[in-house]
């Protein structure tokens, strides 16, 4: 069974543009969950989806925003880049609700802003 | 809201046992993870505790003391590629006002020496 599989891989941007990443779950996995890693504040939660709907929300600003389709692959949107964006973004998706099953992560997207 | 706390590296000998510290303060408490982190990859899980006591699964072995928010993982016989940050995390409740999705500790970057 194929893994969790995140795109691009690696993205440069400037400050002020956006992005969307895209992460495609374990086949017949439902929860897609979101985390921004760095080095000083390590792995932070941003969203989780579910069935197409936001079902928890990190402490964020507005300009991070996702979405999920009906094949359960999500997409995750950062607008106006900042500099303090840039980090690894990891996809994890689990069987029910992230809430009660394990998580498996993505390889990740390391998003360089400059 | 949640504080992990672990140590930020750790250093062993090939062949020897080390043993990862986590402690943590929540206002409640759904479960504890262990995941394993090489450099540029994605985490994997380890382990997940949720009653007290010792779970072991092969070289590895992770402990819970709710009463104290204590947390270790040990790990035996190490090898080279045992090298890699182990992330704590703790999954509150809703009923403590929290959610459950979990809350991850900085991690321990463990360098194993031949």
């Known amino acids: 069974k194929a893994g969790v599989t995140q795109t691009p891989r690696y993205l440069i941007k400037t400050r002020g543009q956006q992005v969307t990443l895209s992460c495609s779950p374990i086949s017949g996995h439902r929860s897609v969950s979101w985390y921004q890693q760095t080095p000083g504040q390590g792995l932070q939660f941003l969203f989780e989806y579910f069935s197409e709907t936001q079902r928890n929300k990190g402490n964020f600003p507005g300009r991070f925003s996702g979405r999920q389709f009906s094949n359960s692959r999500s997409e995750m949107n950062v607008s106006t880049l900042e500099l303090g964006d840039s980090a690894l973004y990891l996809c994890?998706?689990?069987?029910?609700?992230?809430?009660?099953?394990?998580?498996?992560f993505g390889p990740g997207t390391r998003l360089t802003v400059l | 809201g949640q504080n992990i706390d672990q140590p930020t590296e750790m250093t062993a000998t090939e062949g020897a046992i080390v043993q990862i510290n986590c402690t943590y303060q929540t206002s409640g408490f759904n479960g504890l993870f262990w995941y394993q982190q090489h450099a540029g990859e994605a985490p994997t899980f380890l382990s997940y505790?949720?009653?007290?006591g010792l779970e072991e699964k092969g070289r590895f072995s992770s402990f819970l003391s709710r009463s104290k928010g204590y947390s270790y993982l040990l790990l035996k016989e190490l090898q080279m590629k045992d090298s890699a940050s182990y992330l704590c995390?703790?999954?509150?409740?809703?009923?403590?006002?929290?959610?459950?999705?979990?809350?991850f500790g900085r991690g321990t970057s463990l360098i194993v020496h031949p």
């Open positions: 505790n949720v009653l007290d």
């Open positions: 995390a703790v999954r509150d409740s809703p009923a403590s006002g929290g959610s459950y999705i979990p809350t």
């Open positions: 994890a998706s689990s069987l029910g609700r992230a809430s009660y099953n394990e998580q498996f």
